[in-house]
């Protein structure tokens, strides 16, 4: 039922190193992988489940520890998390000076050479009193100035497209720095082709998949499903399909570091992952008012490998059929669509009709609850965008 493609991009001629680096040089590597707001305990339960080591909870993403596979299988396994991060170093800076000696002070040219260019983003506490862009721009200058006495050679800043990103986290006299090793945001799987009205973003799908409790095993249903973002993830989390396996090529990739023989490491890590996935998922269905939504939803499963169900129904037809199941959606909520009155008078109708259901409703109408008929048992905090949302999870 499911055929990831294998696509990868042509592996460029470059260096063999490969042995651990950042920190001190010798223990486990530190990794960070960010995530969107309220997914952080879902984020950490799926890196343990992973079997990832000294996962801990920590606000705004989850660190753990390793060695580069475990970097590279964390692009590529992780569903909820939106970047997997690698510290490059920390040092104390209590000023803009220190901030650039710091960051001269660092190994660069493990990973940029005259061949790479690169890209600083910063998030500075305003302990600091420093702007983001400046703070940037001194730990730019920083490593131009340094591989320029190293190399005689000026590194080249490419904003939009960096074959090495870089990200500067400042606060309370202390600077972490950190390479990215996902390159474009890991939500970005690769299979979406079509997007419909207000699609979910796939990190999000799957933090609210996680955080609804499912079993993998009960069917389910999202009787509003879109373009489809829910049900996909779904049965891609069942299959065990590694999200990123769709990646033509991650960050790391394009450091100077990664050459021919970490090339054939992570073809065989991506060869192992396909091994493990699984044919035989629960029943997933989607249905949609809208037939073009449903169109989208079709393109993008198949894209994404699956044969998966979708058929146009109105929510009021949506039966029980005896078999207890999982109704999860993202109804509109006027933000972004009109909101509907009749349509949430028709959620708290189908709360009372699914006995023996799980309904589990992403929104960010808080007026919603007012249709149900019971009590949420949980309430999961989240963000949708910009939009507050809570994942509504019920028990009927
Ligand atoms: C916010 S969108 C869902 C987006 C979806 N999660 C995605 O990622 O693409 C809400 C969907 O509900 C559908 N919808 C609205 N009223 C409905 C109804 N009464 N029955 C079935 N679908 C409905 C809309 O056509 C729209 O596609």
Redo the contacts with the bound molecule.
């Keep these: 039922m499911v055929t990831p493609n294998s696509k990868r991009a042509p592996q460029k001629p470059g260096s063999a190193r490969g042995g651990q680096k950042p920190g001190s040089g010798k223990g486990p590597l530190e990794f960070y992988v960010t995530s969107g707001p309220g997914t952080e305990g879902a984020l950490r339960d799926e890196l343990s489940e992973l079997g990832f080591r000294s996962v801990r909870l920590n606000r705004g993403g989850i660190p753990f520890f390793g060695g580069w596979e475990d970097g590279w299988r964390a692009c590529l396994q992780s569903r909820i998390g939106q970047r997997v991060m690698v510290v490059l170093g920390r040092y104390p800076a209590q000023d803009q000076d220190e901030l650039y000696q710091g960051a001269k002070a660092l190994d660069w040219s493990e990973y940029l050479t005259r061949d790479q260019t690169f890209a600083v983003a910063a998030f500075v506490h305003e302990s600091c009193g420093v702007a983001n862009n400046l703070a940037a721009l001194r730990v730019k200058d920083a490593i131009v100035d340094r591989l320029r006495e190293e190399t005689g050679v000026r590194p080249d800043v490419h904003r939009d497209d960096p074959d090495v990103r870089v990200f500067l986290y400042w606060t309370r006299g202390r600077a972490t720095v950190y390479l990215d090793l996902s390159g474009v945001p890991l939500f970005k799987r690769g299979y979406r082709q079509s997007?419909?009205?207000?699609?979910?973003k796939e990190t999000l799908?799957a933090a609210a998949l996680r955080l609804s409790g499912w079993d993998r095993k009960i069917p389910l249903v999202?009787?509003?499903?879109?373009?489809?973002?829910?049900v996909i993830e779904a049965a891609l989390w069942a299959c065990q399909v590694p999200p990123g396996i769709w990646r033509e090529r991650f960050g790391f990739e394009r450091w100077a570091n990664f050459g021919d023989k970490e090339a054939e490491r992570l073809e065989r890590l991506r060869g192992k992952l396909r091994g493990q996935v699984y044919g035989h998922p629960p029943r997933i269905t989607g249905?949609?008012?809208?037939e073009t939504?449903l169109e989208?939803?079709r393109v993008n499963a198949r894209a994404a490998g699956l044969r998966l169900s979708f058929r146009r129904?109105?929510?009021?037809e949506l039966q029980v059929d005896g078999q207890r199941r999982l109704l999860i959606?993202?109804?509109?909520?006027g933000v972004?669509?009109d909101a509907?009155h009749q349509?949430y008078q028709?959620l708290g109708a189908a709360v009372r009709r699914l006995q023996g259901w799980r309904v589990c409703l992403l929104t960010g109408n808080p007026q919603l609850t007012n249709y149900m008929p019971i009590r949420p048992i949980a309430e999961h905090p989240l963000k949708n965008g910009n939009i507050d949302c809570r994942l509504l999870v019920y028990e009927c």
């Design positions: 997007g419909g009205e207000a699609p979910l799908a999202d009787p509003m499903c879109g373009s489809g973002t829910l249905f949609d008012l809208d939504a989208s939803a129904m109105p929510l009021r959606s993202n109804p509109p909520y972004r669509l509907d349509l028709e």
